[in-house]
Each structure stands twice: as structure tokens, then as C-alpha cells.
């Protein structure tokens, strides 16, 4: 679990107090190390919840907590056999509804899943919608992202509509079934170069941002780990030959980032309007120097390419423009100039 | 004093932890019938009685218990207040409980060990942003329920991105029901124009966050103002929160995606793409684009091209897009957006002649 070894907040330590009680209601005598693994915390997380557990309670009639007021634990177990045994209870009897906000969470992440291949029956993921908005203590908040469209129709809330189904949707289901069947991936690819290799591929890992989808994979070509957009791979079958590398694999390093920097990569200095800094932030150094001209901010962008640059400038007219080095400068307004010439 | 070995014993202890006092308010509030008044939590309940004056000033202690009683409700834990018969409006009668059946999740609300796999990806998905301690805390309670997540066949690592800075302060309009007020600039505008809404909905189309909004009604005049859809990257100064605002039931976020689904579908542009160039991957791969003809003249020898139909929401966005694909797109129509990718490729060329 990638939170596994944050600090906890007050809120997420009382969460995770009132979601441990009745879990362990449910599984007497769990040990520590498997509470520790279900709910994604270390042992001392578990154990340090568990002590608290033992001396809480309710005033009771007396006003002074006494000792049936407070849950109990079978202290020689816990403390000799690492094992949570409940033996007095007190208040809890039921897990805690979801807050409004936690459900509209959820929901809208499961709406932004929808063109995954596990999420093609459509009216299991409603019923799983639904039973979300039961399980909040508020109507959830109105919070909604557009998932591609897997199937046929779509419900628009003005009458169906016929839809063709979405490249993305089938692009991820092929790279499911790869998986599935453990045979390698073969497709075109138009690298950030604009180059176009036929590539052969086994698929580790699905990431996303936003709307841009992302395969990480190990290709047969490169002999290395690569990342792939969705929306540059055409062509795509399944082929014969097995997969060689698998995410399981202990040689099989995922870097955590995706877009990786290299030693190769060129350095551009730009001027952007200040709105536009986050588009770009991807592309940013960590450490670089940004300043102020003119109310548009000066800074550094690290790109591997020209070919990607030009490109990017180019979808930014009036709001970034490079400054230097001239070379960049040059590569830019050819681009734009070409393209503008294809009108004459 | 008691002999047990429980708070009591450490009632002189200086300082309970904060979750110790939240937890220990949640069980006593669940454990009343018929509630308990600020005076008697105050002095009973453990990490608030350590301390409390008897017959002293108190202030201090009534200001915490304020904030956790937001805190708490934060978390989903319905903390309910009940009027003092015969003494209604009297803030020291009032009486606090938390009512079982709207604290406990409903007998029937299960999931299964699919499902539970599918709400660990959804939760993934906030892993930056707002919403990430919001989701964190949603998969706590989930696994409370002691459903194991089958292992998925492929990883996944989705992400969604909370990167405008009007997201905050509009979500949480839209949970506290309040008016809001921000600068928008509207395309081929000269200047940001002031904006008074009700916040209907938040939701991303197409990766862009749109906020779907009521505008007010004009002073003097009754009834509901018009449904407007404001891009969040378009809101270029702070969002001021406002006074509450009127109640606007219904699915507003489904609403404004099915809106945009319908703005989507009427907006229809042709292009030309040199066939295997970068444009003609990604535009195929577009949801939606069709392919009309395969194969059409270049104009130039030995270039090959071919025609798409592609949906759009809004022609700014999708001019920006098409004129960074530069010679390798020409637009066909409709002319406002020809005209839009010409003005954008002119002074990007001339920014850098």
C-alpha cells in the first residue's frame, strides 16, 4: 500500500479506531500481523490501537469509567501471542457509515474507471454506486467524472443513444486479455519522436492521469521498461509468444514516476502566463529558478525531444513562448510556420 | 476513585491524545438514549473531564468541544441535538446523541470481494489532491467489513488530478450549500468578468474540471437563474464564499455530464491528417472520431492523407489541441475553428521569429 508508512491524522487514527472494533468483533483472536495486513498498517500501528481500544469506554452510570465500562482485552494473548481477543465491548456494535464526502469519492472514482475491462457490466457498477449513497450519512456531494463509454448505449437521462465503443475501452481489454492468457502484446507505436516501430510488449502496469492513459511495459524491442501512451499504440494484437516479465517479478523495478528524467534530456528557458504554470508542471525541474517578467513568469522546461516541444509550444499560442536557446526558438517557428502555410 | 486500569488511573495525566478524546466523545454519544448536555460531557467524558472546572470558566473546553463536534461530523458520524422539552432554544439544556441506526452502515449495504476490489482502484484514484484523505478513510471503513480484495489480473494506477486552485474553495461551496464568487475569462474576451452562482456540481470531462452552476437571479426578480457550465481553468482570480444558498435537489453532477455528453456530440469538426503521423494516431484514437475517407489529395506529391470527423466540446480547447499537431492537421471546418488553429499557428510563429 503506497500510505502504508504515513503518520496518521487525528481524524484518520479515530476512522481507523471505529472501522478495528468491529473487525475485531469479527475475527476473534486475529493476530496483530494479520490486522496489520488487512486494514494496510504496520504492527505498531495495530498494536498502539489496540492498547488504546482496551482502556476506552463510556462514563457509565457512575460518571468513572469503571472497569465494565471499558472494553477489555485478553491481555496475556496480546501481550505473548500477538493475539486481539475482545473480552468486554462497549457502544460499538456496527461499522461506521461513509461521510458524504467519502462516498462521492469513491463514486466519481469508480465513474473515471468505467473504460476498464472490469467495469463493463454496467449494472453492477450502478448497483455499486447505489449502495454507496445508502451506506453515507448525507446524500453524497455532487462530485462526477466522465468514464469512456464500454458498451453499446449510454443513458444520457434524455433517452439512450447508440455509442461506438471507445478506443481507449478496447485498448485496455486487449491489454487485459495479453495478461490474462500470458502471452506478449505486438503493436504500432509513435514514439515521442514521432518515429512509428512495430514493438512487442509485456504488459505490467496500467497508470492514468486524467484523461491520458498509460501503459508501462517491458518491450522486447528496447530490451528495458517503457512507457507507452494509449492514444499512440494502434494496431494491437495478441500474439503467441509468452510473457517473459511479469510486475511479480523481483527483477522488475517499476520506477514510481512516469515521466522519468534523463541525462539526454535538453533545457529550454520559457516565458508562460502565471495560469498556465500547472499545465507545464510535469515538464518542470525540481529546483528550477522561475521569475518574474513582465507578469509572465520566466522559467526552466526539460523536454527529451524538440520534436515534443514544439509541439507543446505550439498548443500554448500567446501563453508560452520559449526564450531560448535560439535553436528551440527556430524549431518552434518552423513548426507553427508550416502549419499555418497548409491554409494559403 | 476506581481501581480499574482505564482512563481513570491516568485521569491526572496531563495530556489524553486527540483520538483518545474523539473516540472516547463517539462511544459516550452512542451509548446515551437519550442524550447528554455540553455541561455533562464536559465533565464526564475522558480527555475533556482532565480539564474541567467545576463552577470555573470553561471557555477554552466549550471552543475544542466545537471544533471536534466538526470534526467528528466530518467523518460521517451523525451527531444529532436534541431540545430540552419545555426549554427549547436553551443551548446549555441541548442534548447530544448519536442515533445508532444513522451511525451503523444498513444491514443490507455488503460488498463483495469484487467489489471491494473495484473500490480500492476508486480510491486510487484521489492519490493526490482533496480527496485523498476522503478516500483513505472510506477504504478504512471498507475493510471493516472484512471483505478481501481479489487480486486484479493486471495493476492498475489511476490518477486523477485536483490542479486548478478553484477546486478547493468550490467543493467545499458545494458541501456547506453557499454562494460563490469568482473572475472568469471567457475566450476572445479582453478581461475577467465577475461571476455570482450557485454551485450545482463538480466534474471532469474530457480531464477538464467544469463546475456546473445556477446563476443568481437578478435582484427584484423571483425564480431560478440560468444553468451555466464554467471551465475551472478559465476562473483566473480567487472564489469568495458567500451567504447559503437556496436548495437545488437533484443529480446535478449526471446532469451536467450528460449536458456536456450532448455538446460533445453536436460539435462536429473535419480535418485532414498526413496518414502515420502523430495526428492521425491520436485522433483515430479519440473517442468518437470516424474515419471518412482513408485516403484524399495532399495537395502535395507522395503525402499521403485522410479525412476525420471529430466531436468536440469546446472550439478553443480543440484549437489548441490541432495547432500543435502543426502541418500535420488542416482543418476543414466548421470555419470559426479553421480561422481559431490559423490565429494560434500566425502568432506562434511570430512569438518566435
Same mark, same amino acid.
Given at each position: 500500500m503506497a500510505d502504508r508508512q504515513q503518520p496518521l491524522q487525528a481524524r484518520d487514527k479515530l476512522a481507523f479506531l471505529l472501522s478495528l472494533v468491529p473487525w475485531l468483533m469479527d475475527h476473534d483472536g486475529a493476530k496483530v500481523a494479520e490486522a496489520a495486513e488487512h486494514f494496510g498498517m504496520t504492527p505498531a500501528q495495530i498494536r498502539e490501537a489496540v492498547e488504546l481500544i482496551a482502556v476506552s469506554g463510556v462514563p457509565g452510570e457512575t460518571d468513572a469509567y469503571q472497569h465494565g465500562d471499558l472494553f477489555d482485552i485478553d491481555w496475556d494473548a496480546f501481550e505473548e501471542r500477538d493475539e486481539i481477543v475482545l473480552t468486554n465491548l462497549v457502544a460499538i456494535d456496527d461499522s461506521p457509515r461513509f461521510s458524504a464526502r467519502e462516498a462521492a469519492a469513491l463514486i466519481a472514482g469508480l465513474q473515471y474507471l468505467s473504460a476498464l475491462p472490469e467495469n463493463a457490466d454496467r449494472a453492477a457498477i450502478a448497483s455499486l454506486m447505489g449502495k454507496l449513497s445508502r451506506g453515507a450519512s448525507a446524500t453524497p456531494s455532487q462530485v462526477g467524472v466522465e468514464g469512456a463509454a464500454t458498451t453499446g448505449a449510454v443513458d444520457t437521462g434524455a433517452g439512450r443513444r447508440a455509442l461506438a465503443p471507445d478506443p481507449l475501452a478496447s485498448t485496455l481489454a486487449l491489454i487485459r486479455e495479453s495478461v490474462e492468457r500470458g502471452v506478449q502484446l505486438e503493436l504500432d507505436y509513435q514514439n515521442s519522436q514521432g518515429q512509428r516501430e512495430r514493438r512487442r510488449v509485456d504488459p505490467l502496469r496500467i497508470e492514468s492521469i486524467d484523461a491520458d492513459w498509460y501503459l508501462r511495459g517491458w518491450c522486447h524491442l528496447r530490451e528495458a521498461i517503457r512507457t507507452f501512451r494509449l492514444d499512440r499504440i494502434s494496431n494491437a494484437i495478441i500474439t503467441e509468444q509468452p510473457i517473459e516479465h511479469r510486475a511479480s517479478d523481483s527483477d522488475v523495478r517499476l520506477p514510481d514516476v512516469l515521466f522519468a528524467p534523463s541525462p539526454d534530456d535538453l533545457e529550454v528557458t520559457i516565458e508562460v502566463v502565471p495560469s498556465a504554470m500547472p499545465l507545464l508542471s510535469d515538464f518542470i525541474p525540481d529546483g528550477a529558478t522561475s521569475t518574474g517578467h513582465d507578469g509572465r513568469i520566466r522559467t526552466t522546461l526539460r523536454v527529451s525531444h524538440y520534436h515534443g516541444l514544439k509541439r507543446l509550444i505550439a498548443s500554448m499560442a500567446g501563453v508560452a513562448t520559449v526564450v531560448a536557446p535560439p535553436s528551440a526558438r527556430a524549431a518552434v517557428e518552423a513548426w507553427a510556420r508550416e502549419g499555418a502555410a497548409r491554409y494559403r | 476513585m476506581p481501581s480499574s486500569p482505564g482512563p481513570a488511573a491516568s485521569a491526572t495525566a496531563s495530556r489524553v491524545p486527540v483520538e483518545e478524546r474523539l473516540f472516547s466523545l463517539v462511544l459516550a454519544l452512542l451509548a446515551t438514549e437519550s442524550g447528554l448536555t455540553k455541561n455533562e460531557i464536559l465533565s464526564t467524558v475522558q480527555g475533556y473531564r482532565q480539564r474541567f472546572r467545576a463552577g470555573g470558566d470553561n471557555t477554552n473546553l466549550e471552543r475544542q468541544f466545537e471544533r471536534d463536534k466538526d470534526d467528528i461530523r466530518d467523518l460521517g458520524v451523525p451527531l444529532e441535538t436534541i431540545d430540552s422539552p419545555g426549554d427549547a432554544g436553551n443551548n446549555q439544556m441541548l442534548r447530544y446523541r448519536?442515533?445508532? !441506526?444513522?451511525?451503523?452502515?444498513?444491514?443490507d449495504v455488503t460488498f463483495t470481494s469484487g467489489e471491494t476490489t473495484l473500490l480500492n482502484l476508486a480510491a486510487m484514484v484521489w492519490r493526490e489532491g482533496s480527496l485523498s484523505g476522503e478516500s483513505r478513510r472510506a477504504l478504512l471503513k471498507l475493510r471493516s467489513l472484512g471483505v478481501a480484495a481479489e487480486e486484479p489480473v493486471l495493476g492498475y494506477a489511476p490518477r486523477v488530478r485536483l490542479r486548478d486552485a478553484a477546486f478547493e474553495p468550490l467543493s467545499s461551496a458545494l458541501e456547506k450549500h453557499l454562494i460563490v464568487r469568482f473572475p472568469y475569462l471567457k475566450p476572445g474576451e479582453e478581461r475577467a468578468r465577475e461571476r455570482e452562482v450557485i454551485p450545482l456540481a463538480l466534474v471532469q470531462y474530457q480531464g477538464r474540471w467544469h463546475l456546473s452552476a445556477e446563476e443568481t437571479a437578478p435582484s427584484g426578480s423571483d425564480g431560478d437563474g440560468a444553468r451555466k457550465t464554467f471551465l475551472l481553468r478559465r476562473i483566473v482570480g480567487p472564489v469568495v464564499l458567500g451567504k447559503a444558498a437556496p436548495a437545488r435537489p437533484g443529480d446535478h453532477? !449526471?446532469?451536467?455530464?450528460?449536458?456536456?455528453?450532448? %455538446?460533445?456530440?453536436? !460539435? +462536429?469538426?473535419? %480535418?485532414? +491528417?498526413v496518414t502515420d503521423s502523430d495526428a492521425a494516431t491520436r485522433l483515430t484514437n479519440r473517442r468518437g472520431t470516424e474515419r471518412l475517407a482513408a485516403s484524399v489529395d495532399a495537395g502535395a506529391p507522395g503525402r499521403a492523407e485522410e479525412r476525420l470527423r471529430l466531436?468536440? +466540446?469546446?472550439?478553443n480547447i480543440l484549437a489548441d489541441e490541432l495547432a500543435g499537431f502543426g502541418p500535420e492537421v488542416l482543418v476543414i471546418g466548421p470555419p470559426e475553428l479553421r480561422g481559431a488553429v490559423i490565429s494560434r499557428l500566425e502568432r506562434t510563429a511570430h512569438d518566435h521569429g
Open positions: - | 448519536i442515533p445508532r !441506526g444513522a451511525y451503523e452502515l444498513p444491514k453532477a !449526471g446532469a451536467a455530464l450528460a449536458s456536456l455528453d450532448a %455538446v460533445w456530440e453536436r !460539435g +462536429v469538426a473535419e %480535418v485532414q +491528417v466531436h468536440f +466540446v469546446d472550439l
